[in-house]
């Protein structure tokens, strides 16, 4: 089982950064995929950007590529997500995911992203 815990959200202005972090804890760590999904209220979750487990690559959303990048610690049981160029439409809650076919599914509480115009 893992648990995990968000941090790093806030309010910031259209153009702005932010860095999200997502500590994890639990075994095999370095075998689940790390996923940030997002959600505005009233509307389904949505995938933002993930990393395969064990070395494996990374996918983003189309209308985050190229400004957010997702990175992970294996050894710190960490991922981050950089948040450059943030854009109102970028407000929402963002999670963090781990995924793994054997070992289960697991979500964060949730951080909140509020991005100004």
């Known amino acids: 089982q893992v648990q995990l815990v968000e941090s790093g959200g806030g309010l910031v202005q259209n153009g702005g950064s932010l860095r999200l972090s997502c500590a994890a804890s639990?075994?095999?760590?370095?075998?689940?995929?790390m996923n940030w999904f997002r959600q505005v209220q009233g509307k389904d979750r949505e995938f933002v950007a993930g990393?395969?487990?064990?070395?494996?690559?990374?996918s983003y959303q189309d209308s985050v590529r190229g400004r957010f990048t997702i990175s992970r610690d294996n050894e710190k049981k960490m991922v981050w997500l950089q948040m450059n160029n943030l854009k109102p439409e970028d407000t929402a809650d963002y999670y963090c995911?781990?995924?793994?076919?054997?070992?289960?599914?697991?979500w964060g509480p949730g951080t909140r992203v509020t991005v100004s115009s």
């Open positions: 995911n781990a995924d793994h076919s054997l070992f289960g599914n697991y």
């Open positions: 639990g075994r095999s760590f370095v075998a689940y995929a």
């Open positions: 990393l395969m487990g064990n070395g494996g690559g990374s």
